[in-house]
């Protein structure tokens, strides 16, 4: 599995957009990138998956470099409850099933 | 029904006790996860069944031990635990078929070894 590195924290202001990057320079060709947020004390919630082209949905945007090793979650508009820790992961299918390894995870405050 | 429901919410056990985790989930996935999550860290994966089969354990000790009585339960058996075993356990559940896809987690079981 390609290990991915993301910054310990980051901040921003609240209404604005909050662009959080990670690295995953081992990717392999097979090897989807996924994004998750975990708010304290909950479970993960699911925010994005792509391949190799951008993605957008309800939730955010996820950017991948045109060589596939380094990407950046987009929230647009960030509010308070987007103060969360985010979790950048390379994950690939492993026989029948498949395997999601969460990266260190960045802690994101978003101040008023 | 989008939830994935995690019994007991927290778990106080002693060394020499056996207990039990569940999960349960009612949307039809097939594939069920145990993830172990100490304060600070991000998951990690320790069990994946698929279509209730066990397809993947990430060398986990012997003293846990996963059960899939059907499509909608996971249960994780716990027996002899050390106080490093304390943590967060998290179930997760997603479609199947294989690739991950989005997983949907539960709020997790807060086991406490003393």
């Known amino acids: 599995d390609a290990k991915t590195t993301q910054p310990t924290s980051m901040d921003c202001a609240e209404g604005r957009a909050a662009n959080l990057p990670c690295n995953h320079s081992t990717i392999s060709g097979n090897e989807y990138v996924y994004w998750y947020r975990q708010i304290h004390s909950q479970g993960p919630q699911y925010i994005i998956h792509?391949?190799?082209n951008n993605e957008t949905n309800e939730m955010a945007s996820l950017i991948i470099t045109e060589d596939r090793k380094s990407s950046t979650l987009i929230l647009p508009h960030a509010t308070l409850r987007d103060t969360a820790v985010y979790y950048c992961s390379a994950s690939e299918r492993s026989g029948n099933t498949g395997k999601l390894i969460f990266g260190q995870g960045t802690t994101l405050q978003v101040k008023p | 029904d989008t939830e994935v429901t995690q019994t007991p919410k927290h778990l106080v056990m002693g060394m020499t006790n056996k207990k039990s985790l569940k999960c349960e989930q009612h949307m039809g996935h097939r594939a069920m996860y145990w993830y172990k999550q100490k304060a600070k860290k991000p998951p990690e994966l320790m069990f994946v069944y698929s279509y209730e089969k066990l397809s993947i354990n990430e060398s986990v000790p012997s003293r846990f031990s996963p059960e899939c009585p059907n499509s909608s339960l996971l249960n994780l058996h716990l027996h002899a635990l050390q106080p490093e075993d304390s943590a967060l356990y998290l179930c997760a559940s997603s479609q199947g078929g294989g690739f991950p896809g989005e997983l949907f987690f539960g709020e997790g079981s807060r086991l406490t070894v003393l």
């Open positions: 792509g391949l190799k």
